[in-house]
C-alpha cells in the first residue's frame, strides 16, 4: 500500500519478476503471477483483510501503517 494511492482499496504483490494489485474488497486481482504466489496472496487477503481495510484508512490518513502478519 502507498501513500498516494487512489481507491478502490487496494495493495501491490510482487513474486520474482511478477506484480499483480489486487482488491480488498474482492480480491479482484490485475497483473499475473504464477498460481501458487497467488493463491498464497489470496489466502493472505482472505487472513487479513479488516487489517487491510484499517491500513487503507489509516493511509489515507496518512498515519503510520500497522504491520500485518505474513503466512508461515
Not at 30 to 37: D, F, H, L, V, Y
Amino acid at each position: 500500500m502507498n501513500y498516494r494511492e487512489h481507491g478502490p482499496p487496494h495493495f501491490h504483490a510482487w513474486y520474482g519478476g511478477s506484480e499483480v494489485t489486487v482488491k480488498i474488497s474482492d480480491g479482484a486481482v490485475t497483473g499475473e503471477m504464477p498460481k501458487r504466489a497467488l493463491g498464497l496472496i489470496i489466502e493472505w487477503l482472505e487472513l487479513h483483510r479488516g487489517e487491510l481495510r484499517e491500513n487503507w484508512k489509516r493511509a489515507e490518513e496518512r498515519l503510520p501503517l500497522l504491520p500485518i502478519t505474513p503466512l508461515e
